[in-house]
């Protein structure tokens, strides 16, 4: 059954972190009221979340306690721990945690680019199955800087613009997985779409943009690419050549990227 927000808080302690958030989203407790780490505090706080009658206040602190569950399971535990291993303040503070979903919530509040990190590497093994790789047979170190990350966004964004009539805004992330082997994590504007939401008590109708998620890993090592994009060949193609072409600074045909031996 799906976890929800009162599930995390039983897994939490009550510690600086927790109370942080509580304070920062506005939850009102009784005066006086005692922080400590017992069963008893947490079930205090749920009553509190609760009773809460700002609504629209309220959803904003569950969706902030919730939004750890993601990488709350074993695999996202391994993503977390693989996305600060060069980081030793947040080794030190995961290795202080009590539990799977205490480590991703403490991560999501003190390291909230690490944690996007975790994300994206838990859905590049969970989705294994759809991944392509490609041998490019370019062996060279990225170019990670802001203008051959914005030739590449701009690049996606016209193949989109001819292909699905979308990707007006294209945003990238680059960061290392591994020694020598790099992750990059695109999201594509997609065509707008009408949603059906509540807003506070409210059910209202709203114009969102959705994201076009896609993933690129590379090793320049071996000069081998998986993707993980929506669309099929030619989508991975594109994500691979348009890689090359700007991060790596080698321009390739199609021929070029092909299956990678084993």
């Known amino acids: 059954m799906k976890k929800n927000f009162i599930d995390v808080l039983y897994d939490l302690p009550v510690d600086a972190t927790l109370q942080q958030l509580l304070s920062d989203c506005g939850l009102p407790v009784p005066p006086g ?3 400590e780490d017992t069963p008893q505090t947490t079930r205090a706080l749920i009553e509190c979340i609760r009773d809460w009658q700002d609504i629209p206040k309220k959803d904003v602190l569950v969706a902030e306690i919730t939004a750890c569950l993601p990488l709350a399971e074993d695999s996202g ?10 980081d030793g303040a947040a ?3 995961l290795a202080t945690c009590k ?4 480590r991703a919530f403490w991560l999501y509040r003190h390291h909230p680019l690490l944690f996007g990190n975790a994300l994206d590497l838990d859905l590049m093994e969970r989705r294994s199955g759809q991944v392509q790789q490609h041998g490019l047979d370019i062996k060279r170190h990225p170019n990670t800087t802001k203008p051959a990350l ?22 990238s992330h680059i960061f290392q997985r591994s020694p020598g082997v790099f992750m990059l994590t695109i999201h594509v504007k997609d ?8 807003q506070g008590k409210s059910l209202t109708r709203r114009v969102g943009n959705p994201s076009i998620h ?3 890993e ?15 060949a030619k989508f991975h193609q594109m994500l691979a050549s348009e890689f090359a072409a700007h991060v790596l600074g080698v321009v390739v045909d199609a021929k070029r990227i092909r299956p990678a031996s084993l």
């Open 218 to 232: 590379y090793s320049e090592r071996t000069g081998v690419v998986r993707t993980l994009i929506k669309g099929g």
């Open 91 to 93: 080794l030190t503070g």
């Open 33 to 35: 009221f005692a922080w």
């Open 150 to 171: 914005t030739a590449f966004e701009q690049a996606v964004s016209r193949f989109y613009q001819r292909t699905l009539q979308c990707g007006d805004g294209v945003e």
């Open 99 to 102: 539990g799977d979903i205490h």
């Open 77 to 86: 535990a391994q993503a977390i721990f693989q996305a600060a291993a060069n």
């Open 214 to 216: 896609g993933m690129l």
């Open 191 to 198: 065509l707008a779409m009408m949603h059906l939401e509540f």
